[in-house]
């Protein structure tokens, strides 16, 4: 089993930054990829960042550029940084790792972005 515990959500204005980090226990192979979802009320949960286990990373459109998802070097805690955030970033934001045909989730953080 895998446990994600997210931290570092809040209230910021927009153009501000906030720092979202998922510590990652438990049985946590090599070969994974690790990523930040989100959900805004009334919307569907999209992509917004992944990282392979080998460094590779993926971002949304919408977040190219403002976004930075990275992991610390014992590979299990991972962040994300959030520059010039705005008023469409505001969501919960979950923590997912994907390993051998499993995904296992956060409780999810919120994010709120005044405008």
């Known amino acids: 089993q895998v446990q994600l515990v997210e931290s570092g959500g809040g209230l910021v204005q927009a153009g501000g930054s906030l720092r979202l980090s998922c510590a990652a226990s438990?049985?946590?192979?090599?070969?994974?990829?690790m990523g930040w979802y989100r959900q805004a009320p009334g919307k569907q949960r999209e992509l917004v960042a992944s990282i392979t286990n080998d460094g590779r990373t993926n971002y949304a459109d919408s977040v190219k550029g403002r976004f930075t998802i990275s992991k610390d070097n014992a590979k299990t805690t991972l962040h994300l940084q959030m520059n010039s955030l705005k008023s469409e970033d505001t969501a919960n934001y979950y923590c997912?790792?994907?390993?051998?045909?499993?995904?296992?989730w956060g409780q999810g953080t919120q994010v709120t972005v005044s405008s």
């Open positions: 438990g049985t946590i192979f090599r070969l994974n990829v």
């Open positions: 997912i790792l994907s390993q051998a045909t499993k995904n296992y």
